[in-house]
């Protein structure tokens, strides 16, 4: 199962506008993307409402995954690994903040 740990670095943590901007890039890829923090059941990561609700706040590590028998018939496991090391560096840089 491909997974990234990242640092959720938006002073407001995922809500309003930086979860929007994530959202968006979870859902460009077309991967079904789950986030997750402190061991819980991850949430599906295409739903900005999920994704705000679950309280991601600034600072804190989450875990993004993907199931490997969720994924496409064109994509490839590396191609998910790829897609989650961007969407890592979205959530750790200033462009989600």
Do not use: N, Q, W
Not at 3 to 8: L, P
Not at 28 to 46: E, F, Q
Request: charged share 25%.
């Amino acid at each position: 199962m491909p997974a990234r740990k990242a640092i959720v670095t938006a002073a407001i943590g995922l809500h309003a506008r930086p979860a929007a901007v994530f959202v968006r890039a979870v859902t460009a890829t077309g991967l079904p993307v789950t986030i997750s923090k402190d061991g819980r059941p991850g949430v599906d990561a295409r739903s900005l409402l999920e994704v705000m609700t679950e309280d991601f706040e600034c600072g804190c590590e989450v875990e993004l995954t993907v199931a490997a028998e969720a994924l496409p018939a064109s994509c490839s496991l590396a191609e998910a690994e790829s897609a989650l090391e961007e969407l890592r560096i979205l959530l750790e840089s200033a462009a989600a903040a």
